[in-house]
């Protein structure tokens, strides 16, 4: 199959590349970058994309397929769906599936399932079995899986003796420690502590929870020199700590989710169950500071959290709702929207934190806009005006507080594994 994609603009920082040209792709690689002639076009399926932006796929390292263990809220297969639709290539999986993936027996499950798929998958395995942080899961046996990052995801590793031994092992294969900072003698609670809480009637969490476990990991990282990557990092004293940890050169990176950079706690006046997630939405400062981490580099990538739930689980009193929203489809018109729209970064700044940063950290090859290269992109239309409609997302659950809202910007496709995915459909010969 040859795909022509007519006067698309291609962008890919990581080869200082910003040009409008015309790409040919010829079963899955790119044959073409400009010098198209008649014969080319005459034997091609053509999309005129003036205007559209061509970028290296996105990439999501942070997302709950669920598989195994709770398949009825989402599969492997429909979680690459959802990722497709969304305008992402490529996803690492988490590891709080049941049983929870400490063994290559899970790891293997999970790319077997994803085999063939028009986006890559790359599993995130447990740090301790079991996520129980009682003893190290089997590294050198999951890294041979294809494990790309290891986490108790959900909870912070339980105890500074079992994360020093974690950086000192993973240090080995030059893979990070996805750590979710949650000091867990502050966690059960149901929201932001703030006035609001107090006001809503709700069981608070305090933000220093997540500040005290990013300053841990933060220490250890500086002591073993192993990797530490701060998940979906949500407070100003975080941010600060690693923006300060960054200048002395600690091995430490972070992601920010789009809901933290573009909710606050004043989402929960309605007690709407999807809004509600771990860690929680908190205050304006909070918020800001999310932002300003973005920009000035601090905060090194975007991942949406995907976590999947049925409609009965968040049906049911606020306190007693799971945590987590699904994030995939909403994720890059969430960024085009607040950061690119309101010029908090530039595209190519966005580009970097959504496909060239995530991958950078999980050691994968970024994507290369270069002939005979494998075509492995998506293309964003940053002017398109549309509305969130969660009957229409891929995913098997629809947990998401963005439905009916207005976005600017959304991926049109993308271009992967010998497959084009183009405005809600697979584009066949």
């Known amino acids: 199959m040859k795909i022509l994609l007519k006067n698309i603009t291609a962008v890919n920082p990581e ?29 091609s399926r053509v999309f005129e994309l003036s205007g559209k932006y061509l970028t290296p796929g996105l990439f999501d390292m942070h997302v709950h397929l669920r598989e195994p263990g709770r398949e009825d809220k989402e599969t492997v297969v429909t979680g690459c769906n959802s990722a497709a639709n969304g305008g992402y290539t490529g996803i690492a999986s988490m590891p709080n599936t049941d049983p929870a993936a400490d063994s290559a027996e899970v790891i293997q499950l999970i790319k077997e399932r994803a085999a063939g798929h028009i986006v890559d998958v790359f599993p995130v395995a447990a740090a301790t079995h079991g996520r129980k942080g009682e003893s190290l899961s089997p590294m050198a046996e999951l890294t041979e899986a294809g494990a790309v990052a290891f986490s108790d995801d959900g909870v912070a590793i339980k105890n500074a003796s079992i994360l020093k031994r974690c950086l000192e092992y993973s240090k080995m294969y030059n893979m990070p420690i996805i750590e979710h900072c949650e ?8 929201m932001n502590e703030s006035v609001t809480s107090t006001f809503l009637g709700l069981p608070p969490i305090p933000s220093i929870a997540e ?27 975080s ?12 091995p430490v990176t972070a992601e920010a989710a789009p809901h933290h950079f573009t909710m606050t706690e004043d989402a929960l006046k309605t007690y709407d169950t999807n809004a509600k997630m771990n860690p929680p939405l908190r205050g304006r400062a909070d918020l800001e500071a999310v932002l300003a981490g973005l920009k000035d580099g601090t905060i090194d990538c975007i991942a949406s959290d995907h976590a999947p739930h049925t409609i009965e689980e968040k049906e049911v009193e606020f306190e007693y709702a799971p945590n987590g929203i699904v994030g995939l489809e909403t994720e890059a018109a969430l960024a085009i929207s607040e950061l690119l729209g309101k010029n908090v970064l530039t595209f190519e700044q966005l580009v970097e934190k959504m496909a060239v940063n995530p991958r950078k950290i999980l050691n994968i090859p970024v994507p290369l806009i270069k002939e005979g290269e494998k ?16 009957t229409k997302f891929k995913s098997k659950s629809k947990n998401s507080p963005f439905d009916k809202r207005l976005m600017k910007g959304k991926a049109l496709g993308v271009i992967n594994n010998g497959q084009f995915y183009f405005d809600g459909e697979y584009i066949k010969e």
Request: glycine share 8%.
């Open 211 to 237: 500040d005290l476990i990013v300053m841990r990991d933060i220490i250890m990282a500086e002591y073993c020199g192993g990797r530490v990557h701060i998940a979906h990092i949500s407070t100003k004293n």
């Open 239 to 250: 941010v600060d700590m690693v923006r300060q940890a960054k200048a002395k050169n600690i």
């Open 375 to 390: 075509a492995n992109f998506t293309i964003l239309d940053t002017e398109a005006i549309w509305t969130v409609d969660i």
């Open 15 to 43: 080869q200082k590349l910003n040009v409008k040209t015309d790409i040919l792709i010829d079963n899955g690689i790119i044959a073409k970058i400009g010098g198209i002639t008649k014969d080319d076009e005459k034997n």
């Open 183 to 190: 000091d867990e003698s502050l966690a059960g609670g149901a």
